[in-house]
């Protein structure tokens, strides 16, 4: 079974901290993505990674950043935590195959900004 | 760009019944591929079916099928015979050739009543 697993399930920070979100999968997958959940938005592409060391912006990159220095690794950093950062957050992973091939997320780790 | 709508923020069905959860999409891309997944209260998101714009037959999935209609851009899932763990939240998404990341609808909120 794919198995994509994050590091927290649940995080609370401060605001103006620095964040790290980690996400781990071990079905050699080429793609990683990073999802952001809230309410009545459904789920928006924050980064993607088809790569080591390679990244793509997504719906919504300010204000994030990742890292992918190992194929089954994929961080997202928040440089500077700020309360309309609090949410759900979503890691997921796939092949990278010419037709489409579903998605595999994590669990989700709900960040909490004060 | 793409765009997936979901226009049920909410259902209600009772065990056993069928339900249609609606989804229509946007995109000018004749190549994509559109997605289901089911994210119970535990917050995983749970992969479903696919459907592929170029597959003749709806896609089916034990008690899933999806109700593809090319022409109207409309992607339906269909649950036949309900259970309580049906319960959950269910997203649609969509991927083309242009994006390999998913993009996700706002979410249908189902409720299955004894």
């Known amino acids: ?114 | 760009a793409q765009k997936i709508t979901q226009t049920q923020p909410g259902m209600f069905v009772q065990e056993k019944e069928a339900v249609t959860l609606d989804c229509t999409y946007d995109t000018s891309d004749p190549s994509y591929g559109l997605f289901w997944y089911k994210q119970p209260s535990s917050g995983e998101m749970i992969f479903l079916i696919y459907q592929g714009s170029y597959d003749q037959q709806n896609a089916t999935e034990g008690r899933y099928s999806l109700n593809f209609q090319k022409a109207r851009k409309s992607a339906n899932l269909v649950i036949s015979a309900s259970q309580l763990g049906d319960s959950a939240m269910y997203f649609c998404a969509m991927m083309d050739t242009g994006r390999r990341a998913l993009t996700f609808g706002s979410g249908t909120r189902l409720q299955v009543q004894p």
């Open chain 1, 1 to 114: 079974d794919v198995k994509v697993t994050q590091s927290s399930r649940y995080l609370v920070k401060r605001t103006g901290e620095k964040v790290f979100l980690e996400c781990v999968q071990d079905m050699d997958h080429e793609n990683m993505f990073w999802y952001r959940q809230d309410p009545g938005l459904g789920l928006r592409l924050i980064y993607f990674s088809y790569d080591v060391k390679m990244k793509e912006k997504g719906d919504i990159p300010e204000g994030y950043s990742v890292s992918r220095e190992k194929k089954e690794r994929f961080s997202l950093i928040l440089e500077s935590a700020s309360t309309n950062q609090t949410s759900m957050y979503l890691c997921a992973s796939s092949f990278r195959r010419v037709s489409y091939n579903e998605q595999f997320f994590g669990p989700g780790t709900r960040l909490t900004v004060l």
